[in-house]
């Protein structure tokens, strides 16, 4: 069940795999596979007799009664050969699982000891909308009846080495590992029609991107990824100009 009491389970049985208990506190262990990967992988299905199952040339993270699910934390568009692939077997449905930090704490360690060295709250909380630049980047197959979303929005830390350019050494940084703290919810999305849940529930009759754009309170590339989303699955449709901006209106 995806509920918090059992993402701790999970959470917890993993870490105490992955960690050198004979490390500092302050300090984060080397990991194999990315910790977020294998607790989000535990929390979908608990038996590891379902995991990394091999189908044609590829594996798959789990497969369950005729269920795949593809752990997908970022880069979709390397997903599509496998998407080509698995969605040509009319017997499997293939659910993309993707994490969204909803709190996140980022968190800078040494480079080479990997030592804490600092920590602070990101003032972001995570949205549906996070996932859109990735969406975008399968839209073609997001009208596939075989392929269904789920969205999980995870509290978490951020840990990121201080090895950027300046003179702080943040800018161009690079991510080291994301450890979970707490599930909050999910959202699921098994049909086309359910990717109405992007459109915001104040939007007027007719709409541009960026009244789009301030609804969803988020930025208008965004905005304008989304609608573009929502015409290619005809959720959407154009109905003309407003000065130099698509109207658009939702289809009933």
Known sequence: MLNNENFLIQKNRISNEYFNLNKSYNGIG?????????????????????????????????????????????????????????????????????????EKNICWINKDTKELISKRKSPKTGTIYDSILELYKIKSY??????????????????RNLDGWDKTKKKGSNRYERIPN??????????KEDFKILIPNNITDTFTNKDF???AKTNLRIASTCTNILLSLGLIKQVGKCGRMNLYKIEL
Do not use: A, C, W
């Open 30 to 102: 080397t990991l194999s596979e990315k910790i977020l990967h294998r607790i989000i992988k535990f929390f979908i299905d608990d038996n590891p007799l379902n995991h990394e199952i091999k189908i044609g040339q590829y594996f798959v993270d789990i497969m369950s009664n005729n269920t795949i699910y593809e752990i997908q934390t970022r880069s979709f568009n390397k997903l599509r050969p496998k998407l080509d692939f698995l969605l040509s077997k009319t017997d499997y449905s293939v659910k993309i699982v993707f994490p969204i930090p909803y």
């Open 142 to 159: 997001l009208k596939n009846e075989n392929l269904k979303f789920i969205f999980l929005f995870i509290n978490l830390d951020e840990y």
């Open 182 to 191: 707490e599930f909050i919810s999910s959202i699921e999305i098994n049909k």
């Open 213 to 215: 754009q301030k609804e």
